[in-house]
């Protein structure tokens, strides 16, 4: 494999992934991190971007692996450093929605192709970036594959069935552990779908947040994974009150979201090993493997 230069434009092949996960020592990202270390055909680098709020200079992610941490203020110092070092990777991102932009920014003028995993940001502003920097990249609100799944059916109801709830009203619970700011990628992303169904219109700020622990050990999420879950509850009623409809998922723990990052990895290295370039993908593409 031969040494990489940002100035060439576009993605260079990679015969084994090679990634850098940005967001340490973030919950998701340590889980993506672990699980990414233990897969065979993906390289993990001891490098992360993190927050300007953390004043740790490395982090213990396994026994035996341990990341250097460098804060915001640092990044656009410290990233081409580790680009000159370590191109051809992937970054993975799962930081905080205020440093998505940035982020995205920082990837795209380094011809880094990333997994976006972390909610928030300017999507088109993103996609716009990308296509401009001629890489490619995976931006999803979601990185479970069940859950995308999910959502894409829904999306072809929408399609497929437009206005097949008029009239019904709709009710969004999502519960998520108390550190989430934002709300669900995936819940926001299941407002436009329902919209289409023709249901009474429904906004992002009508969806209820829960985040208090207390009111989710009465929900029933076990103690354990109150620090770490997503639980989403669509309900939609009848005009009249006698029909209601029910859609419900519950993740415990983040084990299925580091499943799909590496799911997501793994098609994001094809991709670049064909030469594509300018294109965001979604985790709907890396099920269909298109």
Request: proline letters at 5%; a positive charge.
């Amino acid at each position: 494999m031969g040494p990489y230069k940002p100035e060439q434009g576009g993605c260079k092949s990679m015969e084994k992934a090679k990634v850098m996960v940005n967001g340490l020592p973030g919950n998701m990202a340590t889980v993506v991190a672990r699980y990414l270390l233990w897969q065979n055909d993906i390289t993990v680098l001891p490098q992360s971007l993190t927050g300007p709020e953390i004043d740790m200079i490395s982090f213990q992610v396994t026994d035996k692996d341990s990341f250097f941490l460098f804060q915001q203020g640092k990044h656009v110092e410290i990233f081409p450093r580790i680009v000159s070092a370590h191109a051809p990777f992937i970054a993975v991102d799962f930081t905080s929605p205020a440093a998505v932009v940035l982020n995205a920014r920082l990837y795209c003028e380094h011809k880094v192709p990333f997994v976006m995993g972390t909610t928030g940001g300017d999507r088109d502003l993103l996609a716009d970036m990308v296509a401009k920097a001629g890489i490619c990249a995976i931006i999803a609100p979601n990185m479970s594959k069940e859950i995308v799944g999910f959502t894409a059916m829904m999306q072809h109801m929408a399609i497929n069935f437009s206005k097949i709830f008029a009239g019904y009203t709709l009710r969004i619970t999502e519960s998520h552990q108390a550190g989430k700011a934002d709300t669900s990628g995936t819940a926001r992303a299941m407002i436009g779908f329902f919209n289409a169904m023709g249901i009474v219109p429904f906004e992002e700020k009508q969806i209820k947040k829960i985040r208090d622990p207390k009111t989710q050990e009465v929900m029933g999420v076990p103690k354990q994974n109150l620090g770490g879950h997503g639980w989403h509850t669509y309900e939609l009623v009848s005009p009249d009150g006698n029909v209601m409809f029910c859609f419900t998922h519950n993740v415990n723990g983040r084990g299925v979201y580091a499943e799909g990052v590496a799911a997501a990895v793994r098609f994001l290295a094809k991709k670049v090993g064909e030469g594509v370039n300018g294109q965001v993908f979604s985790m709907i593409d890396v099920l269909k493997g298109v």
